[in-house]
């Protein structure tokens, strides 16, 4: 995406706006316009900040991601070294998250929705987050001694983003406590 972004309050309020309405409203339906009326900014600021739309929807999904990771960093800690605990954080902290930053599932889920061609400056973000998730997922199935901490991984994967979802469109009470339950039931502890 070339250039850094200079980080100054009116890029802040551009970002904070885009989240707002990429989020609430999906990320082809808000233009530019509605951006920089939401941020109190020009069309020309939001142009000057981040170039085009693509890099404010990269930096959107980045920005979302590194949240999420803030957000997930201390209930691993907390969680310690076991296995368990640690994959019921993750599971508890997706509900957490949710039930804070609104209920129309996973930002990173949504995007895909709408970009899924791979030349997309942004489905690098898009798929590097969920990329994470699954080496998150592995490392806690090879810690709790599975004989194939990716396979493992993978069926916890798929629990976690049906939870993700089914989360979001209200289709199952409680879809993570559920989804951590049946997480939990995958591992071996050694």
Known sequence: ???????????????????ELFYAQGIHAVGV????????????????RFGSKERLVVEYLAQRD???RAFLAPRLEAAGPDPRARLAAVFDASADWAAEEGGKG?????????????????YASIVGQ??????????????????????????????????????????IDEAYARARDLALSLLTTP
């Open 33 to 48: 316009d509605a951006i920089a009326a939401r941020a109190g900014v020009t069309k020309k600021t939001l142009y000057d």
């Open 66 to 68: 590194q949240r999420w």
């Open 106 to 122: 996973c930002s990173t889920i949504n995007a895909h929705a709408e970009i899924s061609q791979p030349d997309h400056p942004a």
């Open 130 to 171: 969920k990329r994470w998730m699954l080496d998150l997922f592995t490392d806690i199935a090879g810690a709790a001694g599975a004989a194939d901490a990716q396979a493992t991984a993978r069926s916890v994967m798929l629990l976690h983003e049906g939870a993700l979802v089914t989360d979001g469109m209200r289709v």
């Open 1 to 19: 995406m070339g250039t850094d972004i200079e980080w100054t309050p009116k890029a802040r309020a551009v970002l904070a706006a885009a989240n």
